[in-house]
């Protein structure tokens, strides 16, 4: 069993940047690409960036693309999403997620394709 706790997230003016932090426990002994999903009220949760294992390889949704970043540190069971540039249409709350790998450089794209979830934290983002 691998759980995932999420960290980092808050209130923040338009424009600002937040760093949101997932680290991994448990029973990590195997090669797990991660990613982060969010779910704004009223609405279903949507992807918007992934990582391999290797971190070598990247997928963005392209409502954040060229705002946030996903990175990991393997050393440390982390991965981590920078979020500059934030918009009030940001808002939700983000989930991360851990998903078996059979290869390095797979990344997933899907929620159903994720086993592990964390409990997820709130990003608000006024205007």
């Known amino acids: 069993q691998v759980q995932l706790v999420e960290s980092g997230g808050g209130l923040v003016q338009a424009g600002g940047s937040l760093r949101l932090s997932c680290a991994a426990s448990g029973r990590t002994g195997f090669m797990y690409g991660m990613g982060w999903f969010r779910q704004a009220p009223g609405k279903e949760r949507m992807f918007v960036a992934a990582i391999s294992w290797s971190g070598s390889r990247m997928n963005y949704a392209d409502s954040v693309k060229d705002r946030f970043t996903i990175s990991r540190d393997s050393a440390k069971n982390t991965a981590y999403l920078q979020m500059n540039s934030l918009k009030a249409e940001d808002t939700a709350v983000y989930y991360c997620?851990?998903?078996?790998?059979?290869?390095?450089?797979?990344?997933?794209?899907?929620?159903?394709?994720?086993?592990?979830w964390g409990q997820g934290t709130q990003v608000t983002v006024s205007s």
């Open positions: 997620a851990a998903a078996r790998a059979t290869l390095s450089g797979s990344t997933f794209l899907r929620g159903n394709d994720y086993g592990y």
